[in-house]
T-cell receptor, first 113, second 116 residues
Framework: QKEVEQNSGPLSVPEGAIASLNCTYS??????FFWYRQYSGKSPELIMS????GDKEDGRFTAQLNKASQYVSLLIRDSQPSDSATYLC?????????????FGKGTKLSVIP | EAGVAQSPRYKIIEKRQSVAFWCNPI?????LYWYQQILGQGPKLLIQ????????DSQLPKDRFSAERLKGVDSTLKIQPAKLEDSAVYLC??????????????FGEGSRLTVL
């Protein structure tokens, strides 16, 4: 059973600070990694994808991937109250004719004004 | 562009009753997924379709759950008979296809099931 592990939180940060969210995964052959944001009562929405080792930046968001350590993280700079949500880490599993995502349980982030 | 449509949004049933959920994916999306999300957990894949064929249903409890995607567009997920532990949000998602380049998932708003 492939696993994706996240600290469930809650993680509380003050407005304007950097929020750091972490994720580890068990399948060494995974090649694609995603961060989804899920507001309470809403469906997940994709905010970042990363496929290569290193950093990928998009606005206030930076995804970091280290395949050797099987570790992926998301940094949110200048955190805003609107960033308060659950962040889901998802890891791709590819098999014969399939491409699907395994999700972690999510980390709940609260940004305090 | 219209997103993934799901209905009903909410459903309350007694245990041992049956329920059906409907999903209409984004136009042109070949791949359709049903996920189950229990409160406080991440989505868990139940079944994956590519056009009208099943790619993976290994985590679908087949003694009570069934799903179909006739004509490769709309899909229905049925639970019969329902158990208390089936209380969850059932998320439908679609993607263009099953490659890394086109594998981004787009989720519907979900169908929230409460089994009493």
């Amino acid at each position: 059973q492939k696993e994706v592990e996240q600290n469930s939180g809650p993680l509380s940060v003050p407005e304007g600070a950097i929020a750091s969210l972490n994720c580890t995964y068990s399948d060494r052959v995974s090649q694609s990694f995603f961060w989804y944001r899920q507001y309470s009562g809403k469906s997940p929405e994709l905010i970042m994808s990363i496929y290569s080792n290193g950093d990928k930046e998009d606005g206030r968001f930076t995804a970091q991937l280290n395949k050797a350590s099987q570790y992926v993280s998301l940094l949110i700079r200048d955190s805003q109250p609107s960033d308060s949500a659950t962040y889901l880490c998802a890891v791709e599993e590819s098999g014969a004719g399939s491409y699907q995502l395994t999700f972690g349980k999510g980390t709940k982030l609260s940004v305090i004004p | 562009e219209a997103g993934v449509a799901q209905s009903p949004r909410y459903k309350i049933i007694e245990k041992r009753q049956s329920v059906a959920f409907w999903c209409n994916p984004i136009s042109g999306h070949a791949t359709l997924y049903w996920y189950q999300q229990i409160l406080g957990q991440g989505p868990k894949l139940l079944i994956q379709f590519q056009n009208n064929g099943v790619v993976d249903d290994s985590q679908l409890p087949k003694d009570r759950f069934s799903a179909e995607r006739l004509k490769g567009v709309d899909s229905t997920l049925k639970i019969q008979p329902a158990k208390l532990e089936d209380s969850a949000v059932y998320l439908c998602a679609s993607s263009l296809d099953i490659t890394q380049e086109n594998g981004e998932l787009f989720f519907g708003e979900g169908s929230r099931l409460t089994v009493l």
